[in-house]
């Protein structure tokens, strides 16, 4: 079967990684193949033979005439072709004229891509030196880590945005990061195509002059920008005789800007980055703080107070500094921009400085080179007026689109209205505390801002940290026994994902009141004076019956029940209801109400992170419905507790150590037939635990729907953003070997043996502890058990125990404990 033909630009792709590996490339590897791309370019559009038919000498003729199209705005960085590049110009024109490559010169963009690709290797070895702990950015090192260039249906996105009624014969363009001009030559393009024939030259020798303005610190890619220009008006009939210039290319020193390059405010008069302009278009750098130099980090929050976390950030600023009155800006940038609460007072300052005209949300993988990379884009577009008409911002959400560039024509022309929402700027102001919540529903966004709020009913309260957790925290089956509620206490850490309940496998030193806990604290800590309780707190909460969630969970809020007797930690904050002892359903019904679908999908559209804070708990809104609705939910969430504590007996052998009742261990004839049992019991309990999650989801969706007295065409349409926007996530069936590997293990815990062997003993397994070398009692299994492992999992009972098993045990018990298998010989 012939193997299937790469697409032309992976097939490209290829050819240039291979090229950059090779040993022997040449000094003027990068210089040969960008005028060979050049050349290419003019002949694909009918210009071949604009600078003669040998490509060595072509290749001359054309580098001469860009030092003269760059005249004195910036030296040209490639180099001139030579004699010695002629094989590698050769072979470049070979792999041209195979005629597949044909559909990637319809601009020349195809210039800056190239470069991208041929450079993969300094990006990665950049990315490396970046990440050193002095973090020391370099001129080389930024350049190849920035150098990302923009996907063309990104460019006309928003080009088409900001300069459809824009007048060709005046507008004024700037990208002051513009790489190798992608924005710029579209820009250029696009303005030529409205100027009419009559007014062509004029316009054409107007924008390059000082209209069409880009600014970038990479001299290689500003130098293909220049050719790019060139070649553009070279396509549209115009030559250097013409009298065309490019007269508004800048490029910046970090040096002398103090590594701000573009961002820096204080270029003098007559540089392009002096000016204003009616259009800034921009593709930003990407870094984030991890990643930059002390110097850098305080000379961006001097600068760039409230969006110094991220170079893209501050460029933003800046971009609106440099717009006109009645100016656009159009960027492509990180999505966290509109969704991280590090980025509130940035779109504070939009929203009350600017009018936002539109924001598409496009998730991850945008740039083709950057798969490996979870860069999550958004495309603003942002115009320098006070909106006094009260618009509404329109966003557009292609985040789950296999074919985005398609996904966004069709919803910015208004043929997939599903993907547009309208969003009025004092909803978006009023709920951002977090990001933008623009999928929230009308109804919706009535309920968060007018219901009552979880902290009008419950207190909700930070939990301990203690500042050392290695000293002062342990596992319960780490301690002596006698030290339990003396030395060691039971401590409540967050758990991610659960719901309902959560076995406390861990222990926190409060001897003495924590004693020990606060000198460390008052000792890391001296500016406290003493006042540990900044750090400790909450102390008077602690040991009190309520519930917690987890700080930190990629599904959604997580809220389980809080035993009384439990210090609670920082990752797991409490609720405490404030009625609970007059109102015996409440705390149960709070329970239920919380972990409705409805309120988690709300609660990620207020915080799309994955950290919940205190804060994001209490502005939550809670409305109570009727007394028998208020049963049911109670009732159906003390049943999910029931059920999820079944779950955790087991698949969670680890709770065993608590030595609550085992009501897993049903027969103890066999550990085939007790794991038969089990397995039932299993299923039973994920199906009890399912139909009561959808009961309560029912009950509190009603609840909230007669509350608010929403129409029948508003319930339809929060149910529509239930079904598609994030929602709770039910209990997942553990695999066969896992769910094995931890009844074994719990049976070990439990010290169970079984005791009728009719086929003999296979294996002997025990748990040793590694600092007594105390034993577990010996659990066996014999031929009737492992037959059933091999029917439940498929896997040899071998690969079971010394695979799946051991490597949780390790896992589990965290190296406290060694798993011996003895196996018998038959």
């Keep these: 079967m012939p193997s299937r033909a790469l697409p032309p630009i992976k097939s490209w792709q290829r050819f240039l990684k291979e090229l950059a590996l090779r040993p022997d490339s040449p000094a003027g590897t990068l210089s040969g193949l960008v005028f060979s791309l050049a050349l290419e370019y003019l002949k694909v559009h009918g210009l071949g033979s604009l600078y003669?038919?040998?490509?060595?000498?072509?290749?001359?003729?054309?580098?001469?005439?860009?030092?003269?199209?760059?005249?004195?705005?910036?030296?040209?960085?490639?180099?001139?072709?030579?004699?010695?590049?002629?094989?590698?110009?050769?072979?470049?024109?070979?792999?041209?004229?195979?005629?597949?490559?044909?559909?990637?010169?319809?601009?020349?963009?195809?210039?800056?891509?190239?470069?991208?690709?041929?450079?993969?290797?300094?990006?990665?070895?950049?990315?490396?030196?970046?990440?050193?702990?002095?973090?020391?950015?370099?001129?080389?090192?930024?350049?190849?880590?920035?150098?990302?260039?923009?996907?063309?249906?990104?460019?006309?996105?928003?080009?088409?945005?900001?300069?459809?009624?824009?007048?060709?014969?005046?507008?004024?363009?700037?990208?002051?990061?513009?790489?190798?001009?992608?924005?710029?030559?579209?820009?250029?393009?696009?303005?030529?195509?409205?100027?009419?024939?009559?007014?062509?030259?004029?316009?054409?020798?107007?924008?390059?002059?000082?209209?069409?303005?880009?600014?970038?610190?990479?001299?290689?890619?500003?130098?293909?920008?220049?050719?790019?220009?060139?070649?553009?008006?070279?396509?549209?009939?115009?030559?250097?005789?013409?009298?065309?210039?490019?007269g508004a290319l800048q490029l910046v020193d970090l040096e002398s800007t103090g590594m701000l390059g573009s961002l820096y405010r204080g270029f003098?008069?007559?540089?392009?980055?002096?000016?204003?302009?009616?259009?800034?278009?921009?593709?930003?750098?990407?870094?984030?703080?991890?990643?930059?130099?002390?110097?850098?980090?305080?000379?961006?929050?001097?600068?760039?107070?409230?969006?110094?976390?991220?170079?893209?950030?501050?460029?933003i600023y800046r971009c609106l500094d440099m717009l006109s009155e009645g100016g656009s800006l159009g960027a492509i940038t990180q999505a966290s921009i509109i969704s991280l609460p590090t980025y509130r007072k940035l779109r504070r300052h939009l929203l009350s400085e600017f009018s936002i005209e539109s924001v598409v949300d496009a998730g991850p993988g945008l740039f083709?080179?950057?798969?490996?990379?979870?860069?999550?884009?958004?495309?603003?577009?942002?115009?320098?007026?006070?909106?006094?008409?009260?618009?509404?911002?329109?966003?557009?959400?292609?985040?789950?689109?296999?074919?985005?560039?398609?996904?966004?024509?069709?919803?910015?022309?208004?043929?997939?209205?599903?993907?547009?929402?309208?969003?009025?700027?004092?909803?978006?102001?009023?709920?951002?505390?977090?990001?933008?919540?623009?999928?929230?529903?009308?109804?919706?966004?009535?309920?968060?801002?007018?219901?009552?709020?979880?902290?009008?009913?419950?207190?909700?309260?930070?939990?301990?940290?203690?500042?050392?957790?290695?000293?002062?925290?342990?596992?319960?089956?780490?301690?002596?026994?006698?030290?339990?509620?003396?030395?060691?206490?039971?401590?409540?850490?967050?758990?991610?994902?659960?719901?309902?309940?959560?076995?406390?496998?861990?222990?926190?030193?409060?001897?003495?009141?924590?004693?020990?806990?606060?000198?460390?604290?008052?000792?890391?800590?001296?500016?406290?004076?003493?006042?540990?309780?900044?750090?400790?707190?909450?102390?008077?909460?602690?040991?009190?019956?309520?519930?917690?969630?987890?700080?930190?969970?990629?599904?959604?809020?997580?809220?389980?029940?809080?035993?009384p007797g439990c210090i609670f930690d920082v990752s797991a904050s409490a609720i405490f209801c404030r009625n609970r002892d007059d109102d015996e359903n409440q705390e149960d019904y709070l329970i239920g109400y919380l972990n409705s679908s409805i309120m988690v999908a709300l609660l990620r559209s207020l915080n799309p992170t994955i950290n919940y804070q205190v804060g994001d708990l209490r502005r939550l809104p809670v409305v109570e419905g009727d007394p028998k609705q208020r049963l049911t939910v109670a009732e159906s969430a003390r049943a999910c507790i029931e059920a999820r504590k079944e779950l955790v007996l087991l698949t969670v052998p680890e709770s065993h150590f608590l030595k609550e009742p085992v009501s897993g261990n049903l027969n103890n004839n066999s550990f085939a037939e007790s794991a038969r049992q089990r397995r039932v019991r299993l299923d039973q309990s994920l199906e009890k635990l399912r139909h009561n999650e959808n009961k309560i989801d029912n009950t509190v969706f009603a609840i909230i729907e007669k509350n608010r007295n929403w129409s029948p065409e508003g319930a339809a349409r929060v149910k529509s953003w239930l079904a598609t926007g994030v929602s709770r996530k039910g209990e997942a069936t553990p695999a066969p070997e896992d769910f094995i590997s931890g009844l074994l293990l719990a049976d070990l815990v439990d010290g169970v043996g079984y005791k009728n062997k009719k086929s003999g003993t296979r294996y002997r397994l025990a748990l040793i502890k590694k600092d007594s070398g105390e034993s577990s009692p010996i659990l066996e299994l014999d031929e009737r058990d492992c037959s059933y492992i091999r029917e439940l999992t498929g896997k040899s009972p071998e690969a079971v125990l010394k695979g799946t098993m051991k490597a949780r045990t390790n896992k589990t018990f965290k190296q406290g404990f060694e798993l011996l298998i003895k196996e018998e010989s038959r």
């Design 52 to 246: 003669g038919e040998d490509p060595l000498e072509a290749s001359k003729r054309l580098h001469h005439s860009l030092g003269l199209f760059a005249g004195e705005s910036f030296p040209i960085s490639l180099a001139e072709p030579q004699s010695s590049d002629r094989d590698l110009l050769d072979s470049l024109r070979q792999r041209l004229d195979q005629g597949d490559l044909a559909s990637l010169f319809e601009t020349p963009a195809i210039l800056g891509d190239s470069l991208e690709s041929l450079q993969q290797n300094e990006r990665r070895e950049s990315l490396k030196t970046i990440q050193k702990a002095d973090k020391s950015l370099g001129l080389s090192e930024l350049v190849a880590f920035t150098r990302v260039y923009t996907p063309s249906f990104v460019v006309d996105y928003l080009i088409d945005r900001t300069l459809a009624h824009r007048d060709p014969l005046s507008v004024s363009v700037l990208d002051p990061a513009c790489g190798s001009g992608h924005f710029l030559v579209a820009a250029l393009d696009a303005l030529l195509k409205k100027t009419d024939s009559n007014s062509l030259k004029k316009n054409l020798t107007g924008l390059l002059s000082e209209r069409i303005a880009g600014a970038d610190i990479d001299a290689d890619a500003l130098s293909i920008t220049a050719l790019s220009l060139l070649l553009c008006a070279n396509r549209h009939g115009f030559a250097l005789e013409d009298g065309i210039r490019a």
């Design 268 to 315: 003098p008069d007559g540089c392009p980055l002096s000016r204003t302009y009616d259009v800034v278009l921009t593709n930003p750098p990407y870094i984030g703080r991890k990643l930059m130099s002390r110097s850098l980090k305080a000379r961006l929050k001097e600068e760039f107070a409230g969006a110094h976390s991220d170079l893209s950030a501050a460029f």
């Design 368 to 563: 083709p080179l950057r798969s490996g990379e979870k860069i999550n884009s958004a495309l603003l577009i942002i115009k320098r007026e006070k909106d006094k008409t009260e618009r509404p911002v329109e966003f557009i959400d292609i985040r789950d689109a296999r074919d985005r560039p398609a996904a966004l024509a069709r919803a910015a022309s208004g043929r997939d209205p599903e993907r547009v929402f309208l969003v009025g700027k004092k909803d978006l102001d009023s709920l951002d505390t977090k990001g933008f919540a623009y999928r929230l529903p009308a109804e919706m966004l009535e309920f968060t801002g007018t219901a009552g709020k979880l902290d009008e009913i419950s207190e909700i309260r930070q939990g301990l940290a203690t500042t050392d957790n290695s000293r002062f925290v342990r596992n319960i089956w780490e301690v002596d026994s006698r030290d339990l509620n003396r030395i060691w206490f039971p401590y409540a850490k967050g758990t991610g994902q659960d719901r309902w309940y959560s076995p406390v496998l861990h222990v926190v030193d409060w001897q003495n009141q924590g004693e020990r806990i606060k000198q460390s604290v008052a000792t890391r800590y001296p500016y406290l004076g003493g006042k540990v309780n900044w750090v400790v707190k909450n102390e008077s909460f602690y040991f009190r019956e309520g519930l917690c969630f987890s700080f930190v969970n990629s599904r959604g809020i997580a809220v389980r029940k809080l035993p």
